[in-house]
C-alpha cells in the first residue's frame, strides 16, 4: 500500500483529504507542524508528499527544498494564495504540482494517482541489461538510471525536469505547446495553469544550456511552445 505524507495545520481539511485518499487505498499520515513533518519526511519512507504552503514551523517552500536534496518522491503543494510568484517558487524548488485551495478532494485524488502512477512507471522502467542514453551535442541522458551529464559533468534533476527534458529529446525538432506539455508530463489537463511548464523548462536550461538567452538545446517558438533542437 502507498504511503501518504499530508503536512496541513487545518485539521478538517487535512482530516478530509485523508478520508477520501484512504477510500483510494493509500495509507495517509498526517502532521499538522511544519518543523515535525519534515523530520517525518526525511526520515521516514513516503511515496509522496501533500504540502501545505503556510505551517507553523517550518514553512512549506522549507520541507520542499530540504526534501528534494535527498529524495525524489512526488511532491504536490496546496496553498490558498493564488498569486502566480508562489507557484514560481514552489515549482522552481522541485514540487511537481500547485494546488490552489479550494479545491475537491476528488480532483487531490485524481492528482495523487496520476503523479503516483508515472512515478512507479519511471521507476520500474530501469531494468534493461544496457542502459537506455540519449546523446545529443554535449548532453547525456541516461534513461536507465535517470542521469543527466553535460560534457561529463553530471547536473541534478528533479522527477518532473528529467522527465520533460527526456520527452524533449526524444522528440526532436517538434514544437509542442505548453498544454500538450503539461498533458503529456503531468498526465492531467492544465486546468488553465501552465506555469508549471513554464518554471521547468527554465530550469532546465539553468543545468544544460551554456547560455540561457541563446539555448542550444530547448527552443521557444513564441506564442506556440517549445521544441528541442538538433
Known amino acids: 500500500m502507498s504511503k501518504i505524507l499530508i503536512v496541513e495545520d487545518e485539521e478538517a481539511i487535512a482530516e478530509l483529504e485523508k478520508d477520501y485518499l484512504e477510500l483510494s487505498d493509500f495509507e495517509v499520515t498526517i502532521e499538522h507542524d511544519g518543523t515535525k513533518g519534515l523530520e517525518l519526511a526525511l526520515h521516514q519512507e513516503f511515496d509522496l508528499l501533500v504540502l501545505d504552503l503556510m505551517l507553523p514551523g517550518t514553512d512549506g ?11 525524489n518522491v512526488p511532491i504536490i503543494m496546496v496553498s490558498a494564495k493564488k498569486d502566480d510568484i508562489d507557484k514560481i517558487r514552489g515549482l522552481g524548488l522541485g514540487a511537481d504540482d500547485y494546488m490552489t485551495k479550494p479545491f475537491s478532494p476528488s480532483e487531490l485524488v485524481a492528482r495523487v494517482k496520476a503523479h503516483m502512477a508515472r512515478y512507479d512507471r519511471l521507476v520500474g522502467s530501469g531494468t534493461k541489461e544496457q542502459n537506455d542514453i540519449i546523446e545529443i551535442r554535449g548532453l547525456k541522458i541516461d534513461k536507465t538510471a535517470r542521469r543527466v551529464f553535460i560534457d561529463g559533468e553530471e547536473k541534478a534533476f528533479t522527477t518532473k525536469e528529467f522527465d520533460l527534458l527526456t520527452f524533449l ?3 526532436p525538432n517538434h514544437v509542442f505547446t505548453k498544454e500538450e506539455l503539461f498533458r503529456e508530463i503531468w498526465d492531467m489537463d492544465s486546468i488553465g495553469d501552465i506555469a508549471t511548464v513554464t518554471v521547468h523548462i527554465k530550469k532546465i536550461r539553468e543545468k544544460v544550456e551554456f547560455d540561457t538567452s541563446n539555448p542550444q538545446y530547448i527552443e521557444t517558438i513564441w506564442g506556440v511552445g517549445y521544441r528541442f533542437k538538433v
Not at 61 to 71: A, D, G, L, N, S
Open 169 to 171: 529529446a526524444e522528440n
Open 61 to 71: 517552500f522549507e520541507i520542499c527544498k530540504k526534501v528534494r536534496e535527498v529524495k
